[in-house]
């Protein structure tokens, strides 16, 4: 069974910094590319970083690129998302994904319960 349990979110004042883990287990999580997502209040879910399985290949939504890295570490099964330069519009549920993608307009894969990341001041 796929789980991926995210953590590191929480209320932080605008331009500060936070680090998001998120700890995957149930599958091969080394033979995967992954993502973060995340959901604004009142809006829907929006791609923000993928990750290949080796980790040497990364995108980012341009809203957050240059402000955020992704990275992972194959050997403790465990994605991360570094925050910069966060922005009010930063604020959002964060989620680790495996298998993201869009169909017909719905959110497919596998995603855990989330960490809330708020930027105010």
């Known amino acids: 069974e796929v789980q991926l349990v995210e953590s590191g979110g929480g209320l932080v004042q605008p331009g500060g910094s936070l680090r998001l883990s998120c700890a995957a287990s149930g599958f091969t999580f080394s033979s995967y590319t992954m993502s973060w997502v995340r959901q604004a209040p009142g809006k829907g879910i929006e791609w923000v970083s993928g990750i290949n399985s080796g980790g040497g290949i990364t995108n980012y939504a341009d809203s957050v690129k240059g402000r955020f890295t992704i990275s992972r570490d194959n050997a403790k099964n465990t994605l991360y998302l570094q925050l910069n330069s966060l922005k009010t519009e930063d604020t959002a549920m964060y989620y680790c994904?495996?298998?993201?993608?869009?169909?017909?307009?719905?959110?497919?894969?596998?995603w855990g319960q989330g960490t809330q990341v708020t930027v105010s001041s």
């Open positions: 994904a495996k298998d993201w993608a869009v169909i017909r307009g719905k959110p497919s894969g596998y």
